[in-house]
């Protein structure tokens, strides 16, 4: 017994640790074990003589984009979609330095420079940061570089209406409950007029583009729209004790939800699926902690998809919609949604089919959303996420009760025939076969199972872990109060007391265990609940809260079956 439970310890300390090590890799930050991962690096403009190679994984695909972006010759075939000449350059300076215009309602601000009439700024209203103020999500600063632009590249000219070239704000207003705003922009023969409309309450802008050649030039008969997601390779990261992804996503109705790390990227090796087929459901995302954004095109006609590096540690997500051939007089009607917003899966789950999927639960999603929408029913009851947390754990651990008991139950006999183990160690202390013989004797006699007390335990595991992604993940969360103290539990507690409580609780616990006959062991197991505590000092207020909850009620069970089993032994 002594040396499995140790080889149980020693397996999931490990796999802890290996997890652990895969979180750090996956967020891009120095790893455990193993090699370095890619270290995103300061953005860096290009330098002018570098422009003729390097704007080439800027906008629309080019001739000389990286692997990992598509290109007029890798990408399906289709005869309405040309092989496009060279793409214009990032031009940040340029979306910074050009007159700005306002868009919003309640929930959503959004700033859009007159360069490319492209997103360069939008803040969340009812998203507020620590300090009170509206979350910013896209944005140009130094420091991050976040935002959203769409145009029209050819392979006949590339001198057309693109992100880069400069667009006229014509109108604006109101119109049946939207606000609206419309940039017109003629270049090369072609009219693109780009329309955002934003409806009250919603996240959701939706941007009609609309093309138009100019008398009877020809090149409009080759164009390809073009939306893009441009952000900065940094992780946005709320701990060093646990990491959550950030970087492009993507949906296809066959490949489903898929996440390409800015690494792969950098390295060329992103493995995407390249093309939405006509009449199926797909999107582009760019995801991090609790928020994000994402193109949301018609599915009427086919669209590609890409990604590449636009330059040093500044990357993008994108997706190509041929437009039709146009005659003079004649205009075509591109018509797509722009989702900037938090991670609420009850909004993303009305916006587009898979939608709710970024909101990420990896592999155990299965058991992550039904516990999600069982926290959320408790929620709409006691109008409390804390008090929710605190119900939700009480009726797991309830659903769970009779796993529970049988574990405890077994560790209870296991610490009732103690005594008997540790005398039967001294007297076989130079004949390790004949001590295990001697105790799985014991165990037999007593009808103990060694293990017992353990696979209850796993079979549990996968519920918890999920649980744990969904208090992780879940926006709702934010600025949410529990009591007194808790004010958000989304950060961690600002006083430390539940950690603490969680540090005396886990005491508790390994003293109602069975004490380890190794002595090292027993360290170890002394050692665990300040171990833990420290780590949970800096996790959200919302988990440590579970974990402590989970703790008292397994307290109280574990003490109830000791006290039974005591009395049982009394009475013999």
């Given at each position: ?330 205009s075509h009607v591109e018509k797509t949604r722009l989702f900037i917003g938090p991670q609420e899966e009850t909004l993303l789950e009305t916006i587009a089919p898979g939608f709710d999927l970024i909101k990420d639960y990896g592999y155990l999603t299965v058991i992550a959303k039904p516990i999600f929408w069982l926290l959320e029913q408790i929620y709409s009851y006691v109008a409390n996420w804390g008090w929710a947390i605190v119900l939700l754990t009480v009726l797991i651990k309830l659903i769970f009760f009779p796993l529970s008991a049988a574990s405890y139950k077994s560790m209870a006999r296991m610490k009732e025939v103690q005594p008997r183990l540790m005398n039967l160690r001294e007297q076989f202390k130079g004949d390790p076969q004949k001590l295990n013989r001697a105790m799985m004797d014991l165990y ?129």
């Open positions: 017994m002594d040396i499995k439970r140790t080889l149980l310890w020693a397996v999931l300390t490990i796999s802890g640790l290996m997890l652990y090590n895969n979180w750090l890799i996956y967020d891009g930050r120095q790893a455990l074990f193993g090699p370095t991962p890619l270290t995103p690096s300061v953005s860096v403009a290009p330098d002018p003589k570098d422009t003729q190679s390097s704007a080439s994984a800027t906008a629309g695909p080019a001739a000389a984009a990286p692997a990992s972006t598509p290109t007029g010759s890798d990408l399906p075939k289709q005869a309405s979609l040309p092989k496009p000449q060279q793409a214009p350059t990032t031009n940040l300076i340029g979306l910074t330095t050009g007159e700005k215009h306002t868009i919003k309602n309640d929930v959503l601000e959004l700033e859009i420079s007159s360069t490319g009439a492209s997103v360069i700024n939008a803040k969340l209203l009812k998203q507020l940061t620590a300090d009170k103020k509206p979350v910013t999500l896209l944005q140009i600063t130094p420091q991050n570089q976040y935002f959203a632009r769409s145009g029209l590249i050819s392979a006949a000219s590339s001198d057309l209406p693109n992100h880069t070239v400069p667009f006229v704000m014509s109108k604006s207003g109101r119109v049946e409950n939207k606000n609206f705003i419309t940039y017109v922009s003629e270049k090369g023969g072609v009219r693109l007029e780009k329309t955002y409309f934003l409806s009250d309450a919603s996240y959701v802008v939706e941007v009609e583009h609309r093309v138009s050649q100019i008398g009877n030039q020809g090149a409009a008969n080759q164009l390809v729209l073009y939306s893009e997601l441009v952000r900065d390779g940094t992780a946005v990261s709320d701990s060093e004790f646990y990491s959550t992804f950030t970087g492009p996503a993507l949906y296809t109705d066959k490949e489903k939800f898929t996440k390409i790390d800015f690494s792969d990227i950098e390295k060329g090796k992103a493995n995407i699926p390249k093309q939405i087929p006509a009449g199926e459901p797909g999107w582009i995302a760019m995801v991090q902690h609790y928020f994000a954004s994402a193109w949301l095109p018609s599915d009427k006609t086919a669209r590609d998809v890409y990604v590449g590096k636009v330059e040093q540690n500044l990357f993008r997500i994108g997706l190509q919609t041929p437009v039709p051939p146009l005659s003079a007089g004649i037999k006699q007593e009808k103990i199972n060694p293990l017992g007390g353990c696979l209850p335990v796993v079979v549990q595991i996968p519920v918890f872990i999920a649980l744990y992604w969904v208090l992780l993940s879940s926006v709702e969360m934010r600025n949410a109060p529990w009591i007194l103290w808790i004010k958000d539990l989304s950060v961690p507690d600002p006083y430390f007391i539940l950690p603490v409580i969680m540090a005396v609780s886990m005491f508790v616990q390994t003293k109602l265990n069975p004490t380890p006959p190794d002595p090292l062991q027993a360290k170890i197991m002394m050692w665990m609940p300040i171990v833990f505590s420290v780590m949970f000092f800096f996790f959200p207020a919302g988990l440590v809260l579970y974990w402590v909850v989970n703790n008292i009620l397994s307290i109280a069970q574990q003490w109830q079956i000791n006290q039974m089993f005591a009395k049982r032994s009394t009475n013999r």
